[in-house]
């Protein structure tokens, strides 16, 4: 059995030492590229959203690579993601594409049935170590994101940041044990603290909200955070892939306590039923509202419906919390041009707000 | 004076209609059902922003309330159905409207939840009860008294007796019923001498029963119904030349549902056609498609 799974963002290394540390073995589809994407937009549903499209695309590459089992997540409602898996299996075998679907349900009966299936003969000690190591790499992965978006806009020099990013998740993404990945972050951290910076500026600080599959993967937000940065932004993820897994998985106390928080915030605006993240991209607007964050880039895959009603209520909260927000859709036609233009307008925008507001 | 409450005719009303201006007219009120869509429906409801067409329409319904009523029944109703939703965009309807629209009469934008409580609806009825200074006893015989009329206040099927062809159009009920956004799709059929069966003429039970055909159930309820409906129709006895689905662009259920209905008629050997429409549809590009795809069905049985 050759495990697979999709991409998004950086979780392949998660994925990888998880399903390593079962005893299974591991094919990480080929990176997302421009192929992936057409692969999967000549067989998914034309009005199918932009991670169905890459999904499936992700599916037919590990495929061609010798995978033969595909885990994916399902869902009971109301986002479309709960039934892509069914529509994937499909398509994938009507193409002669043949894989196991290993679909995790958000239940623990499901769960523990994909993990008897999948770890077959692993010990709870094995598992166990498993997961903790994959969640020790997630909050790795975490700091590193977040301090590359804090020192991108400051640096002399924006690519060797990036540089060091990529470095520093391969290292992760390599470590066997805990020590190698506190080291690999150890090691960022003294490679960025020798970069030269300017802390004379004060970038303008934006809050990235909305979808988390476009949020988190830099090829469906056309490297959004990092494009930011090179225009001297400090753009931050109030909600990086820890913060979801700590909330909905885990249900550590205090990431409940914060989610909680921020669902009474978009309460006045929105019923918290509507599916997805639509809630909480209201919710995360009023909070760096009142954080002082300087404006909010709203991303959703094109046609996603929880996004779409937070979408029109945005403007609202905007006005209610006194922050601006530049909502962006994305599909497979999305283009880099279009998306730097509105963005360097909004920056401008912000900019002179805040001159404004400094008299 | 009675109080008048304005009722948008779009959506779930062309389920419930019958039963919401029943249970209201039992509880003293004034019903307004604003009237057919209209091209000037959908340039109202164009203020809300990439949603579907018919939450755009259900948008410029509630607007042609306005001066004409005291509330606007907008529901915000989540599910009818234990372990279903409805979908995100009609969840999010009230909201949506009362953030795009500043100026409308109070809407009564009770929430409705069946999908773990079935009881739940009680509480909505004697909420909504309240808002119209009626006690819980009042509302919830009202809505016992309303809730004996059908549901499916769609109107029936007209079956031409000459019929050449027998052809199911598959689609939410508050998108082939309405006259404009459906460009009158079942009148034209009809005209052409085709029998046209909908997912109305399934009963809910069957419907239900036959969606085990599939792997997983469809957790957005009036998508279950669809499918199951037509599946039913297409593993029935009864022969069936073709099949139409009817959708609108953005919405999120069908664009998957498409694809399964797609993928079982492919194996029925019955010819699939799928008409996206959304407020820049042309009624010649719309009609030259149904044209095309029923004179095929004509050829294909001749041949």
């Known amino acids: 059995m050759i495990v697979s799974f999709p991409h998004m963002g950086s979780a392949h290394v998660i994925f990888r030492t998880l399903f390593a540390g079962l005893g299974l073995k591991v094919a990480v589809p080929p990176p997302v590229t421009r192929q992936t994407l057409e692969l999967g937009t000549a067989y998914a549903p034309e009005a199918a959203c932009l991670p169905f499209k890459m999904n499936l695309g992700n599916f037919i590459q590990a495929i061609d690579q010798g995978a033969d089992t595909i885990i994916t997540c399902g869902g009971d409602g109301p986002c479309r993601l709960g039934y892509y898996a069914e529509v994937q299996k499909k398509i994938l075998s ?154 909905n998985i885990l249900h550590h106390r205090a990431a409940i306590r914060q989610n909680a928080a921020v669902l009474t915030l978009a309460a006045p605006f929105i019923s918290r039923y509507v599916g997805g993240h639509g809630v909480k991209s209201i919710g995360y607007t009023m909070k760096l509202g009142q954080a002082g964050y300087d404006g909010i880039v709203h991303l959703f895959p094109f046609t996603c419906m929880p996004e779409m009603i937070a979408k029109n209520i945005l403007p609202e909260v905007g006005v209610a919390a006194s922050i601006p927000v530049l909502s962006l859709a994305f599909d497979e036609h999305s283009g880099v041009a279009g998306m730097m233009t509105r963005l360097e307008a909004f920056a401008d925008l912000l900019a002179f707000r805040r001159r404004k507001a400094g008299g | 004076m009675a109080v008048r409450v304005g009722i948008p005719r779009s959506l779930l009303y062309y389920y419930y209609g019958d039963i919401w201006r029943e249970f209201f007219r039992r509880l003293g009120a004034d019903v307004v059902v604003s009237g057919e869509t209209s091209q000037s429906t959908i340039e109202q409801g164009g203020l809300v922003d990439e949603v579907c067409l018919p939450l755009k329409v259900a948008a410029g319904h509630a607007c042609e309330l306005k001066g004409k009523v005291d509330y606007i029944f907008l529901p915000r109703i989540v599910s009818l159905a234990a372990g279903q939703y409805t979908c995100p965009q009609i969840i999010g309807l009230p909201d949506v409207v009362r953030s795009c629209y500043r100026k409308l009469p109070p809407l009564i934008d009770v929430t409705v939840n069946q999908r773990r409580n079935s009881f739940d609806l009680y509480r909505s009825v004697i909420a909504i009860g309240r808002v119209l200074k009626k006690n819980a006893a009042a509302s919830t015989f009202a809505w016992l008294q309303a809730a004996r009329l059908p549901a499916n206040a769609a109107p029936l099927e007209q079956v031409s007796p000459a019929a050449q062809l027998r052809i199911a159009l598959i689609g939410h009920p508050y998108l082939i019923y309405d006259r404009q956004i459906s460009m009158d799709v079942i009148r034209r059929l009809t005209a052409w001498g085709v029998e046209v069966v909908t997912a109305n003429s399934v009963d809910p039970l069957t419907a239900d029963y036959t969606t085990r055909r599939l792997a997983k159930k469809i957790f957005w309820q009036f998508c279950n119904h669809l499918t199951g409906a037509a599946l039913a129709l297409m593993y029935s006895l009864q022969p069936l030349d073709g099949l139409i689905f009817l959708t609108s662009f953005a919405c999120g259920p069908d664009s998957l549902v498409s694809e399964t209905l797609r993928w079982h008629a492919r194996h029925h050997d019955i010819p699939f056609l799928l008409l996206t429409v959304d407020e820049h549809t042309a009624e010649a590009g719309f009609v030259t498609r149904l044209e095309a795809f029923t004179d095929m069905l004509g050829r294909r049985d001749g041949g």
């Not at chain 1, 924006?158 to 540089?163: E, I, Y």
């Open chain 1, 94 to 247: 009507d193409r002669g594409y043949n894989a196991d679907f290993v679909v995790i349900e958000p239940s623990i009966d499901s769960v523990w049935r994909s993990l008897r299936r999948l770890a077959t003969g692993s010990s709870w000690l094995t598992i166990y170590r498993a997961f903790r190591l994959a969640g020790e790499k997630m909050t790795a992965l975490d700091i590193i994101e977040r301090r590359s978006s804090f020192y991108r806009p400051r640096a002399r020099n924006t690519d060797s940041v990036d540089r060091l990013g990529r470095e520093a998740k391969a290292a992760v993404d390599v470590a066997a044990n805990f020590a190698e990945v506190g080291a690999a972050v150890k090691s960022f951290d003294t490679k960025l603290s020798a970069l030269e910076m300017d802390w004379t500026v004060k970038p303008l600080k934006v809050g990235l909200v909305g979808e988390i599959y476009v949020m988190l993967e830099p090829f469906a937000n056309q490297e959004l955070v990092a494009r930011l940065g090179r225009l001297g932004v400090e753009a931050q993820q109030p909600l990086l892939l820890g913060d979801y897994v700590r909330t």
